[in-house]
């Protein structure tokens, strides 16, 4: 079945780059999703990415989609300690449905 | 950017007691709202998808005749736990999407304690 895998926990400092990497078992996905969520809110919609595409920039996110090995990543460049949340990685079919992945949890030390 | 509402945020509640969840999207149509659940520390969990004018789609494993989704317009949805029970304390969110599947938006949450 349907199924996408982040790591747990990543830890940088104020300044460095984060890359957060994901991987999903879908082909046929059509979208996939990065969202952030930060203590007892709701997710907000960060960026996403067509799955014909390799690559989407938008500000200091950057993210890179390798079709044949089913690995998705998001990097934020000069991560500030607002930047300190959970990322959530998410494909997504024609209908919408989103799966998600467990999270990662970003910790941004200064 | 597109903005989705949920009443109310927090919400205790005894147990056998039905407690209503209402999400909106407050400047667009949505066609499609779906609705998750959250354990702490844990990934969300589609619980069922209403599209407007029709019967909520449920996922494998949840039970429809506890969580009661009423899709009544374009931009409110419903959620209605009947008869709650401690077990179904949690983090329920709901994301509304437009005719555009791409994009998908989310509310802010309700935290359901059932005492």
């Known amino acids: 079945g349907e199924d996408v895998e982040q790591s747990l926990f990543l830890s940088v400092r104020e300044g460095d780059s984060s890359v957060i990497n994901c991987t999903y078992t879908d082909s046929s996905s059509t979208y996939l999703y990065w969202y952030k969520q930060e203590p007892g809110a709701g997710l907000q919609l960060l960026t996403y990415i067509f799955s014909n595409m390799d690559m989407k920039q938008d500000q200091r996110l950057t993210v890179l989609l390798n079709k044949k090995d089913k690995h998705l990543s998001l990097r934020i460049a000069d991560t500030q300690t607002g930047d300190s949340a959970i990322y959530f990685c998410?494909?997504?079919?024609?209908?919408?449905?989103?799966?998600f992945g467990q999270g990662t949890t970003l910790q941004v030390k200064p | 950017g597109a903005v989705v509402s949920q009443h109310p945020s927090r919400v205790i509640c005894k147990s056998g007691t039905s407690v209503k969840i209402e999400c909106r999207s407050l400047?667009?149509?949505?066609?499609?709202m779906f609705w998750y659940r959250q354990f702490p520390k844990q990934s969300l969990m589609l619980m069922a998808t209403?599209?407007?004018?029709?019967?909520?789609?449920?996922e494998q494993g949840v039970e429809k005749d506890k969580f009661l989704i009423n899709h009544a317009s374009l931009t409110l949805s419903t959620l209605t736990v009947t008869s709650a029970h401690p077990e179904d304390s949690s983090f329920y969110i709901c994301?509304?999407?437009?005719?555009?599947?791409?994009?998908?938006?989310f509310g802010p949450g309700t935290r359901l304690t059932v005492t």
């Open positions: 209403s599209n407007e004018g029709s019967k909520a789609t449920y």
């Open positions: 400047d667009f149509q949505a066609t499609t």
């Open positions: 998410a494909e997504s079919s024609n209908t919408g449905k989103l799966i």
């Open positions: 994301s509304a999407r437009e005719d555009r599947p791409y994009e998908q938006y």
